[in-house]
């Protein structure tokens, strides 16, 4: 993907791009390394640049996205673990039918063997990973209620004036809805990796490679805020 987008750089300059969150953002430069291959991407977003990798880029068509770290490693899991599962199955049914010596199906079956389970352990860490974030949002979403509710307490005593409260209630409640959102949408990365292991996802057709799939923050971005429920601070 980095080749992808150092070959057409400048055709991406002033194009907008999709952030985590699906926030919007615009491409201002790129910044090329010692050797002159494009290493960095420049984003502006909110009126400041934010500096990327810009092997994060996603080029889909006349659509740009730049993926979290996450995100990133599940792009290559999606693309990498059906295939190698693929070729294990062919080593199989050319073992049945005799078509390759005894002594170079082992060896291959032994290599494959061996990149299956590192994109195993792979796909196994990335889901430990997400477990963590999606505690961690939790966590926020805990502390943004307990806030609310410090608000709300303080309100009906009325110690704090009308419009600050109003204020105050409108930003709790869109960092709360943006806390959710993540976490729902981590979860859905989980989904797909656990998927991913269990075959449900086959690998893809050779020329159809760089046709990665849509990113996470596109799925279910309408139509699914009927499902941000708020975890209940009471579990603690």
């Known amino acids: 993907m980095t080749e992808n987008v150092g070959l057409d750089a400048p055709k991406l300059i002033g194009k907008p791009v999709r952030l985590n969150g699906g926030e919007a953002g615009r491409i201002i430069s790129f910044i090329m390394g010692p050797s002159g291959q494009i290493e960095d991407v420049l984003i502006e977003k909110g009126g400041s640049l934010e500096r990327h990798p810009a092997e994060m880029l996603q ?72 477990e963590r974030e999606a505690e961690m949002r939790e966590d926020n979403i805990k502390a943004l209620q307990m806030a609310r509710a410090f608000l709300e307490i303080e309100h009906a005593m009325e110690t704090i004036d009308e419009e600050v409260y109003k204020q105050s209630i409108v930003s709790l409640l869109k960092e709360m809805k943006n806390e959710q959102q993540k976490r729902l949408e981590i979860l859905r990365i989980k989904e797909r990796i656990n998927s ?41």
Do not use: H, M, T, Y
């Open 59 to 130: 080029v889909k068509g006349e659509d740009v996205f730049l993926l979290s770290p996450i995100e990133k490693r599940l792009a290559s899991l999606s693309e990498d673990l059906p295939k190698i599962k693929k070729r294990k199955e062919i080593l199989k049914d050319l073992s049945e039918r005799n078509v390759v010596p005894s002594g170079i199906i082992e060896s291959l079956a032994k290599r494959i063997d061996e990149r299956l389970k590192r994109l195993e352990d792979e796909a196994r860490s990335l889901i430990e990973e997400i």
């Open 196 to 236: 991913i292991l269990e075959g449900e996802i086959e690998a893809p057709v050779e020329e159809e490679v760089e046709e990665e799939p849509q990113p996470i923050e596109e799925e279910g971005s309408e139509g699914e805020e009927e499902e941000l429920i708020p975890v209940s601070a009471g579990s603690e």
